[in-house]
């Protein structure tokens, strides 16, 4: 076996980071942002834009911004004066996004896995501190662990250049702070597009019943200045 961790010291070190994210963060997997439909994407942008003035960090998979339609995402940015780290991607079922109000190359630099476009390492520029925005494969299961691999071995790197550790040089985790979060696709079965999954202590997993919509449902913009 591999080294052990001491749950006990890495856990009780991370409440000195959370001062970093107290404008709030969130994770949603969109399951297309930039889509045909005008009416669902309208919707989505509209979202996206609560989301931003509530949560300073709004961590996005599954956007759907092909090279065909990222430079309509990029007008939508400028317009809204919304800040990013992204990129276009091969496929639609690929890709993950961080947004925010704030320009985040003043705090956070990048960095992305163009293997996949599975997910995004955000390293903040003074404190040791680090965002994981991940989706991993939802039908591949050894894909989903190399995928999970590359991720440990990218932020391994990170941290060695950051803390000047050596190659044969144990990382002391505890030293830094670190956020995963986003679509891990654990669950096999087939997945609802619409209700969340819940799971009940024998395993099994169900959906959640929403309850029903309020007739109430306004939003601040009617129209995220996208032409039909």
């Known amino acids: 076996m591999g080294n052990r961790v001491d749950w006990k010291k890495l856990l009780a070190s991370q409440g000195c980071w ?40 709004v961590c996005v998979q599954e956007p759907h911004l092909t090279a065909a339609v990222y430079p309509a995402f990029l007008d939508w940015c400028f317009n809204w004066k919304v800040f990013h780290f992204s990129v276009p991607t091969n496929d639609i079922e690929q890709g993950v996004l961080i947004l925010s109000f704030t320009d985040l190359s003043l705090d956070w630099s990048n960095n992305f896995d163009t293997s996949s476009y599975s997910f995004q390492i955000i390293e903040h520029a003074k404190e040791n501190f680090y965002i994981v925005n991940v989706h991993l494969s939802a039908g591949n299961v050894v894909l989903r662990g190399s995928q ?16 000047n550790i050596v190659d044969d040089q144990e990382i002391d985790y505890a030293m830094v702070g670190l956020l995963v979060l986003g679509d891990f696709n654990w669950c096999e079965r087939a997945e609802d597009r619409f209700y969340p999954v819940k799971y009940d202590t024998s395993g099994e997993c169900t959906l959640w019943q929403l309850p029903e919509e ?7 913009e009617s129209d995220c200045g996208m032409e039909t």
């Open 148 to 163: 999970m691999k590359l991720i440990k071995q990218m932020l391994d790197r990170l941290i060695r250049i950051r803390l």
């Open 214 to 220: 309020n007739s109430d449902s306004g939003s601040e």
């Open 18 to 57: 959370a001062r970093l994210l107290a404008d709030g963060v969130c994770s949603w997997n969109l399951r297309g942002l930039w889509i045909v439909n005008h009416e669902i994407r309208n919707d989505k942008c509209v979202a996206l834009l609560t989301l931003l003035r509530k949560y300073k960090y």
